[in-house]
């Protein structure tokens, strides 16, 4: 294994962790717009919060406190809660018009 | 050691999520989103959120991509097919979009917070056992805590009424 | 000493007798269901069958391992390999015992003492769940898919009231490592009763162990619900679902699921008996508890001398006495100095441990299996509302006595 | 520690109880539940004076409304004018819970009246408790509701709910004055603790502040001529008497209607530095007597004249308080308390014996009938006819020596009412009991659980003269002027003795005389009997016009002109704008999520153009 900088033996650089959550939110957000299957969409939206967690603990750790954990928290929270109810309708418009392409869902429009 | 553990871990989680985002198939795309979240866990470990992770581990791999999967299986979703119509703007705009976007966030770190300020080191973490979180939950955040549990309420009530079958 | 090394130590030592009790946990559960049914049970392959799992485990190793042609390979050979290894994690961050001093080495009998160990447990239950969800998907047969969505939506209905019973003890010990909760149990009340989890007292005016014995109560019923055992074993029933979700397995793999399945069991009861039944911490103060050990092996040991001398069987004549010079070898182990603070706890430990473990296989020879919708409405309707209730008071009292 | 909280606590437990569950009880259980709360908190006040009052005993609960400079605790306090409030409420309350168990036991909604009845006793005790006037207006507004359901009690007669709606909007207005005395006393004195206004009243030299202070009192009396039913806004009151027996009893003579005459004491502190507002109060009072007594001498049912006598008594206790004998006042509260609870018992009682006939022009004789009750009543008569040495004589002599000292002049006014007052009773009691019986049906006696209350507020309302409340006061009131002039006291006694004597030559010796001497009154007696044609007047001229306005302005006006056609105006702009921005709604997902990141991308860059999150 290459010896690694010094500057990089005595620890990972804050903005490391920010730059690594930047990069998944834009994964999701491509996912987002580049995927058809609804679940798949709702799967891109969870990772999008993830990252932003990722960013929320890593600006707790810079400043030496937990509120970023809560956030974290409270995220974790609302994203069961949204997973159960986007899951119930992901399930009601599949009992109902047999697609899970979000292309196909747009009637509700004009 | 933190930083090959980061390295390991980083790389981990973006090859999950390119995956989750390149597969065909929604299990896997589910099960790459777990890995995800698994490396994230331990990316938190390595922040010193030691509560976090492990809620992270129960609370999203553990309960709500089970319910992805549940539903996954449920509905049997197999492949996508090629779609009918397709919105114009996501195809055309969403590149490039998308390019600008991870190239402006990437230029406002870089320009907001110097490399050399923080070093992350398992060791020096401040914050972040369960006391911790625990004390500033139920105290300086309690009243966001209880609405958090009225909207939990609301959703289960959402959930139910949304999945039971209608009555004849 | 070398932290790493040590550990490594630890890790081999503990992964072997884990492992080997995994598979004479089988033939116990065997032995026990024959005898609880007035059967004998295996007894052809050694001393009362005590070469079994042996054998089991050479047929499985040596049968022919044979994939599906219509499964989804990929998945269905990662998901005992997720079961098996998350079933494994639990046992890391499980102490056997207090700090003890081997050749001038202060070492936990533990492999990890963390912090946040329960939730480590917690987590690695919830995510045995895919295991088994994707085995019964990826087998690409109704019956398996069929098991497996029934046990993963059974698995994470009922992590929810374990999650809360757990809960329960851990308000009061006040600690997510099960090192100091255990520490927490300490002491005895009245100087006789202990002062574990289910008659706890501690400092409190009140005693609070009344409650904490519903919440062991709940955590048993939730235990069996989250190991797919007896009277929760819908993933598997056989007389519905042929096997449920491992009905495409076979050979090792098959296996594995089953080691998963025992390994849980076996955390979940240590588990259990770190949290309510005070850990490796004798039943009564230490002057007199540290004879029972040796002086129950030595018991064990004369009756097998007594019967083997008049035998009934003719292979008693020479196995029996052998087991009683074992036992009594065992007991006076017990009594060597050296050995004594390790054997000590770890008789105690293990005794709760397989106490519970034993439940589990009663339970099993005893009682039939639920509906299904028996099953989730009890889970939502009935566990999830008291163990709800039992944490609200038991909060209310800490808040109160402590 | 006296946990004072438990006195009103029992009762609200009693009504939380029998609302909660009292469908389901049997009647025995509800009453059982109702009568022990009461007495239970009677009870716990006699061992909480027991220990004597000497310094009042305040206990403090918690910070109930903190903001800004005005902090309010939620505090109870009993001194001796507390006590002996307490005492009437609670002695008085549990002998009519009693009373009401026998009266009630045929009626439907059981549990319903005696939920309210305990919800009103928490109430009333929850306002002479309290030690601020905030706390105060809450037992106040309580009992108003208390007062309203229960009047309402027979929601199936029309008249019984109109009476509970006219009560309750005339205490509005009362309210509304009271409510306006509280903001100009937190401008004042930046507290409503009664400790801190007393403090501040003496604290600042009168001809700074009389103005002020002179309008605090002038709302206040508002206040409590809305609750005690003084001019003008008695008008409530006798309508009230659609409420059961019971009720009138407890809340519309001896409790409730007193509040304002507490209330009024409590504030004696403000009131002494508003000479004006005393005059007012004892004006007021006065009017109230007279009016009311002269009414009470013409009306037929035998409640309604129970009723104006209670107003016209009320009148004399703010004759008292504006006379400056607030000690006198209150002790004419505990009197009357006493026999006007008992003339309403025992009216229920007739009411009851006679199979719920009202009319005296219907009874007669009853004397035979029912002894109990007519002996029982018989003391509340010479009670309240002021004939020495029962109870009403002492009280009603102390008040008006003090109007006396005051101006002579409402000396005589309040002889020549007492002298009414004498009459108008004896009318009833002589309709009612002397003669022979002019109904129908067999009158019978009623059962022990109401009898024997009445026998109880019978002995009080002889010797209830001889507890010397105005001496026992001192500490709290002030010292009561003490010289009995003789001839006064004589004079107030024949006039009583006389009123008694004109009653009997008109009734009993020369019946049929009284109604040759109305026709030849003629129209002064129509207008008399008539109420003065009081409510007439009111209709005229506030009821219509409020109606008519708002339903001309308010209505056709201002809702649907002016909010509709804001409503629906915004309605249709939102349409317009719409219908141009419908263009950009696909309904396709992905196309609005790429409009979102298009969004974000504009602020992401544009803060790295503002040079980041420094």
């Given amino acids: 294994m290459p010896p690694l900088p010094q500057e990089l033996i005595n620890g990972v650089p804050i903005n490391a962790y920010l730059g690594l959550s930047a990069v998944l939110f834009t994964l999701g957000v491509a996912g987002f717009l580049f995927r058809k299957n609804l679940i798949t969409v709702f799967m891109c939206i969870e990772l999008m919060l993830n990252a932003v967690n990722l960013s929320f603990v890593a600006f707790s750790y810079k400043h030496g406190k937990v509120d970023g954990h809560l956030f974290t928290f409270f995220v974790m929270v609302v994203a069961a809660a949204e997973a159960a109810v986007g899951l119930a309708i992901i399930l009601t418009v599949f009992k109902n018009r047999q697609t899970l392409l979000v292309d196909e869902v747009d009637s509700l429009k004009l | 050691m933190d930083v090959i553990l980061f390295a390991i ?4 989680s973006v090859a999950c999520a390119v995956i989750m985002i390149a597969q065909k198939h929604p299990v896997s795309s589910a099960l790459s989103l777990i890995g995800v979240m698994g490396s994230l866990a331990i990316l938190y470990l390595l922040l010193g959120a030691t509560f976090i992770a492990a809620a992270q581990l129960i609370v999203y791999a553990g309960a709500i991509m089970v319910l992805f999967l549940i539903v996954i299986m449920l509905l049997n979703a197999g492949e996508e097919p090629k779609p009918s119509h397709q919105s114009l703007i996501a195809r055309l705009l969403g590149a490039p979009l998308i390019v600008v976007f991870l190239g ?40 966001p805590f209880e609405i958090t549990s009225v909207l939990v309420l609301i959703a289960i009530l959402g959930a139910v009424v949304l999945a039971r079958k209608e009555m004849e | 000493m070398n932290f790493f090394l040590l550990s490594l130590l630890k890790l081999g030592l503990v992964a072997f007798v884990f492992l080997t009790a995994l598979a004479y946990l089988q033939w116990i559960e065997r032995k026990v269901i024959a005898h609880v049914q007035v059967r004998v049970g295996p007894n052809r392959v050694g001393p009362h069958g005590l070469l079994q799992p042996l054998v089991d485990t050479v047929k499985l190793l040596t049968k022919e391992d044979l994939v599906p042609s219509h499964v989804n390979k990929f998945y269905y050979l990662g998901a005992p390999i997720i079961a098996v290894s998350m079933a494994l994690i639990g046992i890391a961050v499980i102490p056997f015992g207090p700090k003890i001093e081997v050749f001038g080495i202060e070492t936990y009998m533990q492999l990890t003492d963390l912090n946040i160990g329960v939730l480590v447990i917690l987590a690695a239950s919830g995510i ?32 929810l009231p374990l999650a809360l019973a757990v809960a329960a003890p851990l308000l009061i010990y006040n600690t997510l490592s099960l090192r100091q909760a255990v520490e927490a149990q300490q002491g005895y009340w009245l100087g006789f009763i202990p002062n574990w989890g289910i008659f706890y007292k501690g400092a409190s005016a009140f005693p609070i162990g009344i409650f904490l014995f519903i919440a062991f109560v709940l955590f048993l019923i939730c235990a069996f619900a989250e190991t797919n055992r007896i009277p929760f074993d819908l ?38 008996t770190h949290l309510f039944l005070g850990g490796w911490l004798p039943p009564f103060p230490a002057p007199y508890s540290d004879f029972v ?48 603070p390790i054997l000590i706890p770890l008789f105690w430990f293990l005794s709760k441990t397989g106490f519970l473990l034993f439940a589990y296989i009663w339970v099993r020879a005893t009682l039939p299996r639920f509906r299904y919708d028996q099953l989730m409405h009890f889970a939502w309707g009935w566990m999830f509302p008291v163990s709800v209730g039992n944490l609200f008071v038991i909060g209310a009292l800490v808040a109160a006595f402590l | 520690m006296h946990h004072l909280w438990l006195i009103p606590i029992l009762p609200l437990a009693g009504f939380a109880v029998n609302g909660l569950w009292g469908k389901r009880f049997s009647r025995s259980t509800i009453s059982t539940v109702a009568v022990s709360s009461v007495v239970l908190s009677f009870l716990w006040v006699l061992k909480v004076l027991s220990g004597g009052v000497e310094q009042p005993i305040k206990e403090t609960y918690f910070t109930w409304i ?51 009845l305990n919800l009103f006793m928490f109430f009333m005790l929850l306002l002479v408790m309290a030690n601020n006037y905030l706390l105060m207006f809450v037992g106040w507004e309580g009992v108003g509701l208390c007062s ?35 903001f100009l006393i937190v401008v004042q004195f930046k507290s409503l603790t009664f400790d801190d206004v007393l403090r501040g009243v003496q604290a600042v030299p009168v001809e700074q502040t009389a103005g002020m202070i002179t309008a605090i009192c002038l709302l206040l009396l508002v206040g409590a001529a809305g609750k005690s039913a003084q001019v003008p806004l008695y008008v409530w009151l006798p309508d009230a008497m659609e409420g059961p027996t019971p009720v009138s009893a407890l809340i519309h003579a001896a409790t409730m209607v007193t509040a304002g005459v507490y209330m009024v004491a409590r504030s004696a502190a403000l009131f002494l530095k508003a000479p004006v507002a005393m005059d007012v109060v004892a004006c007021v009072g006065l009017g109230t007597a007279v009016l009311a007594a002269t009414i009470g001498m013409t009306q037929w049912d035998i409640k309604r004249v129970f009723a104006y006598s209670t107003v016209s008594q009320l009148g004399y206790m703010f004759l008292a308080l504006g006379s400056g004998a607030f000690a006198a006042g209150i002790w004419h509260l505990v009197t009357h308390a006493f026999f006007k609870a008992l003339l309403f018992l025992g009216a229920g009682s007739v009411i009851h014996a006679m199979h719920h006939e009202q009319d005296m022009r219907h009874m007669g004789g009853l004397r035979k009938y029912i002894p109990a009750t007519f002996w029982s009543l018989a003391c509340a008569w010479v009670a309240i006819a002021g004939v020495p040495p029962f109870s009403g004589f002492h009280s009603k002599d102390a008040i008006l020596l003090a109007a006396h000292a005051h101006h002579p002049w409402m000396y005589w006014v309040g002889v020549a009412t007492a002298g009414v007052t004498a009459f108008y009773v004896s009318r009833a009691m002589f309709l009612t009991f002397f003669g022979d019986f002019r109904g129908h049906g067999h009158p019978h006696e009623s059962p022990a659980s109401m009898t024997v209350p009445l026998a109880i507020l019978g002995l009080l309302s002889l010797g209830g003269g001889y507890f010397n409340v105005p001496h026992y006061l001192e500490p709290v009131l002030g010292a009561a002027h003490e010289e009995h002039p003789f001839s006064l006291v004589a004079i107030s006694v024949v006039a009583g003795l006389s009123g008694i004597a004109i009653a009997w030559f008109l009734y009993i010796a020369r019946p049929g005389l009284a109604d040759s001497i109305a026709d030849s009154l003629g129209g002064l007696y ?17 009821v219509h016009p409020i109606i008519g306005g708002s339903r001309s302005l308010l209505w056709k006006g201002l809702d649907a002109g002016l909010i509709d056609g804001i409503v629906n105006g915004t309605g249709s702009v939102a349409r317009r704008v719409g219908s141009v921005m419908r263009r950009f709604q696909t309904g396709n997902i992905r196309s609005y999520a790429a409009w979102v990141v298009a969004g974000s991308v504009a602020v992401v860059v544009i803060l790295g153009v503002a040079g980041g999150v420094r």
């Avoid at chain 3, 895919?130 to 990826?138: D, I």
């Avoid at chain 3, 598997?236 to 793999?253: D, I, Q, R, W």
Wanted: with cysteine.
């Fill in chain 3, 128 to 159: 045995g769940v895919y295991g088994v969800a994707l085995a019964g998907w990826s087998s690409n047969n109704k019956y398996a898919l069929l098991g497996g969505l029934r046990a993963s939506a059974q698995m994470i209905s009922y992590e």
């Fill in chain 3, 235 to 272: 993933p598997e029933a056989e007389n519905e679902l042929v096997a449920g979700f491992h009905v495409e397995y076979s050979s090792m793999k098959f296996a594995a699921f089953f080691m998963a399945e025992y390994a849980n069991m076996v955390n979940i009861c240590a588990l259990g």
């Fill in chain 2, 9 to 12: 871990f980083a790389f981990l």
């Fill in chain 3, 293 to 340: 050990p040796p002086a129950i092996f030595a018991l064990g040991g004369v009756m097998c001398l007594y019967h083997g001398l008049n035998y009934i069987r003719a292979r008693d004549k020479y196995t029996l006495p052998v087991f009683g010079v074992i036992f009594l070898g065992i007991a006076a182990l017990h009594l060597a100095p050296p050995l004594k």
């Fill in chain 4, 526 to 542: 129509k207008l008399v009997h008539n109420k003065y044609f009081v409510d007439e007047f009111y209709f005229a001229t506030v």
């Fill in chain 4, 148 to 182: 309203y359901l229960l009047i309402g009690f027979y929601y199936l007669k029309n008249s019984a709910t109109t009476a509970g709606n006219k009560a309750f909007i005339v205490n509005r207005i009362g309210d509304f004055g009271f409510s306006l005395a509280l």
């Fill in chain 4, 66 to 116: 903190q903001s800004g400079f005005v902090n309010i605790p939620f505090e109870l306090a009993v001194d001796r004018l507390t006590a002996v409030m307490l005492l009437v409420v609670t002695g008085v309350g549990s002998l009519i819970h009693v009373y009401a168990t026998g009266y009630m036991a045929k009626e439907d909604g059981y549990y319903r009246f005696f939920a309210y």
């Fill in chain 2, 104 to 143: 402006a966030l990437g230029f406002i770190i870089y320009i907001s917070i110097p490399t050399e300020e923080t070093k992350v080191t398992f060791a020096a973490a401040k914050a972040g056992s369960a006391e911790d979180v625990g004390m500033a939950l139920f105290t300086r955040y309690l009243l």
